[in-house]
C-alpha cells in the first residue's frame, strides 16, 4: 500500500501565498510521476503541475505563479503558490505515479482546500 499525505492548506487573502506538501510513503519501488491538480466548486478535476522525467510543466492557469518542487530521496513534492486569486479555490490533490515493483499506479493523496478571499 502506498499513501500520499498532503498538508499546508487555508484560508488566504487574494495576492497572498500558500506552500502545500506532500509525502508518499509506504510500498514504494520508485516513483515516476509526482504533482498536483485541483478541484474547484463544480468543476472537473485539473491538472495543476507535474514533474518528471526531468521537466515540470503547469497550467497556463498558474504558469509563473506557482512553483513545484520535488524531493526524490524523500518521496516528496510541494507546490509553492503565490500571487493567488480566487479562482485558485479549490482542494488541492497530491498524486504519484508509483511502482511497488510489479507495475505501475497512479495514488492519489486525500486533498487539501485552499480557499482565496477577494
Known amino acids: 500500500q502506498v499513501q500520499l499525505v498532503e498538508s499546508g492548506g487555508g484560508l488566504v487573502q487574494a495576492g497572498g501565498s500558500l506552500r502545500l506538501s506532500c509525502a508518499a510513503s509506504?510500498?514504494?519501488?520508485?516513483?515516476?510521476?509526482m504533482g498536483w491538480y485541483r478541484q474547484g466548486p463544480g468543476k472537473s478535476r485539473e491538472l495543476v503541475g507535474i514533474s518528471g522525467g526531468g521537466a515540470t510543466n503547469y497550467a497556463d492557469s498558474v504558469k509563473g505563479r506557482f512553483t513545484i518542487s520535488r524531493d526524490n530521496a524523500k518521496n516528496t513534492v510541494s507546490l509553492q503558490m503565490n500571487n493567488l486569486e480566487p479562482e485558485d479555490t479549490a482542494v488541492y490533490y497530491c498524486?504519484?505515479?508509483?511502482?511497488?515493483?510489479?507495475?505501475?499506479?497512479?495514488?492519489w493523496g486525500q486533498g487539501t482546500q485552499v480557499t482565496v478571499s477577494s
Open positions: 498524486k504519484a505515479a508509483v511502482s511497488s515493483g510489479r507495475g505501475w499506479f497512479d495514488s
Open positions: 509506504g510500498r514504494i519501488f520508485r516513483i515516476k510521476d
